[in-house]
């Protein structure tokens, strides 16, 4: 079977001719043209509007006698309980053409298409960072995706009296059980492993399995932590005590550091479409992309914010020659685990070399990092260049007034005007909303507001 990815034409496709696989169906005047495969008619008319152009039309009509659909067309359909005449958001539409000269209609996992196949309104895509169903809901139909963790599903919800009104949902399940209800088939969930350490694989597949049972093989994707020098015997350094961890996150064995990576790969072989988490700088990517991940990510907030804090003290020091900033400085490091809590006496010299090299890296002050997204940059740019067709991008952890618009203009410059539909932006619902309005909106609001009441 060959595959003629129909999508990639589509609904805006220029079609004067008005062609449709329905075109190349048998009329009941005429003797030539295809029929439908018995008993497929009520799905093969989910299609049959479908536009190709006039090119591939004239391919495919002395070629194709049979008009079908797949099996994997059917399950989807059934699945999702699709109402007449429709297929499911969340899929592109595939046709391929047997030696025997059926062709048949297929249904593609692919987030950037909404019902029918018609692609979703832009490319760049939108995710939010919720378990929260009476947040979500609101928004449910702008996502492409959603992103949870245990700090989502737990803190920030289940055993927060605020969020979870009246203590209605009690478990993990219950919460993706309503939040897989809202969102329909077209949006991807994003689930994290409760415990990503002390599991064996079988568990890990077990628990893994559980997420797939409720979101279905269509919408699930398991988050993956990078795990550094974290592992089963030293996690507990985290839980306990003053919660301070022995080490640098680059003082790790090889096994340990590659953990995530090959559970990712371990998922994947599974059939489970993995989200490799916790990226923070660039120099994790290519490493990352080993891991023929379907998301990776560019954690932007705190990262920026601590840069801001780095160069505020290292100012502060170059203007005064007062130590007290590098000494804060240490301190600052400390706290933010770029040193290990054994490295409190670390020589004030080396921290400032730290620190000055991590500005540099970081681009912190010329055009490629000033506003915080060289790392988003930087994985555009690999992205480009992967074989990787599938792999989308997430930008997440932002807040305050300035990341979501410099992300914005970021993805209309030239350069990366050809990525959007590689980027998924994902936050949390609220912070999203704050970038449907201007000031203005208020000013013409009490304007038309008060005409309608017939004021002046």
Do not use: W
């Not at 075109?23 to 799905?43: H, N, P, W």
């Not at 059980?177 to 077209?186: A, D, K, N, V, Y």
């Not at 160069?311 to 301190?331: E, H, P, Q, W």
């Not at 999203?432 to 017939?454: D, E, P």
Request: aromatic share 8%; hydrophobic share 35%.
């Amino acid at each position: 079977m060959f595959f003629d990815s129909i999508v990639q034409e589509g609904y805006g496709a220029l079609t004067e001719a008005g062609c449709t696989i329905g075109s190349l169906i048998r009329q009941s005047d005429s003797t030539s043209g295809a029929s439908i495969v018995r008993g497929e008619e009520e799905y093969v008319g989910r299609v049959l509007e479908f536009p190709v152009s006039l090119g591939l039309y004239r391919k495919l009509k002395d070629l194709v006698q049979f008009v079908g659909v797949t099996k994997n067309f059917r399950e989807v359909v059934d699945y999702f309980k699709t109402p007449k005449g429709e297929t499911p958001a969340g899929f592109r539409i595939e046709c391929g053409l047997e030696a025997n000269g059926v062709l048949r209609a297929n249904l593609v996992r692919d987030i950037s298409f909404d019902k029918n196949g018609m692609k979703r309104p832009t490319r760049l895509l939108f995710s939010a960072d919720s378990a929260n169903p009476y947040e979500v809901e609101p928004i449910s139909n702008m996502l492409a995706n959603l992103t949870c963790n245990p700090g989502i599903v737990y803190d920030l919800f289940i055993n927060n009296p605020k969020a979870n009104v009246g203590n209605k949902f009690k478990t993990r399940d219950e919460v993706m059980t309503e939040l897989g209800r809202i969102l329909g088939p077209g949006v991807d969930i994003s689930v994290e492993l409760n415990n990503p350490f002390s599991k064996s694989k079988e568990e890990i597949l077990e628990e893994a399995a559980q997420f797939r049972e409720i979101l279905s093989k269509y919408r699930v994707v398991i988050k993956v932590p990078h795990t550094g020098p974290v592992n089963a015997e030293n996690v507990n350094e985290l839980l306990t005590g003053d919660k301070k961890f022995h080490c640098r996150a680059n003082q790790c064995s090889t096994g340990d550091a590659f953990r995530g990576h090959n559970l990712a790969l371990m998922l994947r072989e599974n059939g489970y479409r993995v989200n490799f988490t916790l990226m923070f700088e660039p120099y994790q990517t290519q490493l990352a992309l080993q891991a023929r991940p379907y998301f990776i990510n560019s954690f932007i907030r705190h990262r920026m914010m601590q840069s801001a804090t780095i160069k505020t003290l290292l100012d502060a020091y170059n203007m005064s020659g007062n130590s007290k900033f590098i000494v804060d400085l240490r301190k600052e490091l400390i706290e933010k685990d770029y040193l290990s809590a054994q490295e409190a006496e670390y020589d004030l010299l080396k921290v400032k070399e730290m620190a000055e090299g991590i500005l540099k890296y970081r681009n912190f002050e010329d055009h490629e990092g000033i506003d915080g997204l060289d790392s988003v940059r930087h994985n555009l740019r690999v992205l480009k260049n992967a074989n990787l067709p599938d792999t989308r991008l997430i930008i997440c952890s932002m807040e305050g007034e300035r990341n979501y618009p410099e992300i914005d203009k970021l993805l209309s410059e030239p350069e990366f005007s050809d990525m959007q539909d590689k980027v998924v932006i994902t936050a949390e619902p609220n912070y999203l909303a704050q970038f449907t309005a201007s000031s203005q909106v208020i000013s013409y609001q009490r304007r038309f507001m008060n005409a309608a009441k017939g004021q002046k």
